[in-house]
């Protein structure tokens, strides 16, 4: 079974220009979830969907990021503009929740975003 | 609210030797706790859960982890390590709720032969 699929594995960019994230859930899977990792901060979420829908969206950093969920097989995550401080590697993970979130979480391998 | 403290951000074994990984939790109620592993330039995989069920969890690749609620501690364990275990290790502690999922620090396994 295909796990959960990002793309690009690796962006390279220059401060100001703007960058896309693509994710691709586990078929079935009924929500998904956006991680930031860096060595300072850790893993932080920043915004997960349950049914396409953003259910909390309170760890974005600031108006330059957003997310989308057009459809149940694809979400994207946009910085616009992109700053150095924006590099990490952003990670999308998907899980199937029915009456409650169990935590289980089925992650990709990562985005890698060095931002110049 | 709750929060994992993992008391080690670097645990250095020898191939063969046992494994002790060290996770604290803080939770307001009766917790849901995994263990998550990461390997290198790879997204984190589930190892093992506790949910109120048995206190001794038993994961993939025969490590195992032991619910201590008087000692607010979910240690992971293995008997023997493996030149593949070598990874970072995540404890995660659940709230209630889609979103609260709370990621400890890491702490990263070095294996030598």
């Known amino acids: 079974d295909a796990g959960v699929i990002q793309s690009p594995r690796h962006e390279v960019t220059e401060m100001g220009q703007e960058v896309t994230l693509r994710c691709k859930p586990i078929s079935g899977h009924n929500s998904l979830f956006w991680y930031r990792q860096t060595m300072m901060r850790g893993l932080e979420l920043l915004i997960y969907?349950?049914?396409?829908?953003?259910?909390?969206d309170s760890g974005m950093p600031e108006d330059r990021f957003s997310a989308k969920m057009p459809n149940a097989s694809f979400s994207t995550l946009k910085i616009q503009p992109s700053e150095p401080r924006d590099s990490a590697v952003y990670f999308c993970?998907?899980?199937?929740?029915?009456?409650?979130?169990?935590?289980?979480?089925?992650f990709g391998e990562g985005s890698r975003l060095t931002v110049l | 609210a709750q929060s994992v403290t993992q008391l080690d951000s670097h645990v250095s074994v020898s191939e063969g030797t046992p494994v002790l990984l060290r996770c604290n939790y803080s939770?307001?109620?009766?917790?849901?706790l995994f263990w998550y592993v990461q390997h290198p330039n790879k997204g984190l995989q589930l190892l093992l859960k506790y949910t109120s069920a048995a206190t001794l969890v038993k994961g993939i690749n025969g490590f195992e982890a032991e619910f201590k609620k008087s000692e607010t501690s979910f240690h992971l364990t293995k008997p023997s390590a493996h030149m593949s275990d070598a990874a970072e290790y995540f404890c995660v502690v659940k709230g209630e709720g889609y979103s609260t999922l709370t990621f400890g620090k890491g702490t990263m396994l070095l294996v030598s032969p």
């Open positions: 969907f349950n049914n396409n829908v953003p259910i909390d």
């Open positions: 993970a998907s899980s199937r929740t029915g009456v409650m979130f169990t935590g289980e979480l089925f």
């Open positions: 939770s307001s109620y009766s917790p849901s």
